[in-house]
């Protein structure tokens, strides 16, 4: 079962929820699985892309998180919360891919249109301002830099982030404020230039 196949699904599987959507992949229903496939897979893309910093390498890891999911679909305690049980299995699939290419830090997107139809809204469009944020958001070490994303990025609530992350409310604020501290000491004065 691959995450680019996707066959027909009805309008009933559209009004299914994540979890009767996890009861029928679990009896083998490929087409259950394609419609959380599609459901979770925009969000979960943009993700990849913006940490990995390369859109054809966040395909490569979506292909292999959906692999992975749908071999362990049984290891998804919660049904209810397919979603966040999903995002742990992009972090870590990020995370692994990143050091397997020998790298210590994942790295931003630096040209925007290689995210076509995945980005959210621009921060900027001034190319330069653009290229110097991300810059400094690839600056920031993963976890500041994944709490960044989700928040400002995402625009999820700090419940919803810590549904997804399994880290604590007070720690992801923590995050966020560092992340904020450290893109401002980095981009100060740029953006009054």
């Known amino acids: 079962m691959t995450y680019r196949a996707e066959p027909a699904v009805s309008e009933e599987m559209e009004g299914l929820t994540d979890a009767a959507l996890v009861a029928a992949s679990r009896r083998g229903d490929q087409q259950a699985f394609a419609q959380l496939v599609r459901r979770h897979r925009d969000r979960h893309a943009r993700f990849a892309a913006r940490m990995l910093g390369d859109q054809d390498e966040a395909e490569d890891v979506l292909q292999s998180v959906f692999m992975r999911a749908w071999r ?78 989700l928040k400002h990025v995402e625009e999820l609530e700090y419940e919803e982030m810590a549904e997804l992350t399994g880290a604590g409310v007070s720690a992801l604020k923590m995050r966020v404020k560092r992340a904020i501290e450290r893109l401002r000491e980095r981009l100060e004065g740029v953006t009054d230039a």
Do not use: Y
């Open 72 to 149: 362990h679909l049984g290891h998804c305690e919660d049904p209810e919360r397919f979603g966040a049980w999903l995002h742990r299995i992009v972090v870590n699939e990020c995370r692994t891919f990143a050091s397997r290419r020998g790298q210590r830090e994942m790295k931003l997107v630096r040209d925007e249109a290689s995210l076509d139809g995945l980005s959210a809204e621009d921060v900027t469009r001034d190319p330069a301002l653009r290229s110097l944020i991300d810059q400094a958001l690839a600056a920031l070490p993963t976890d500041l830099r994944e709490a960044f994303l």
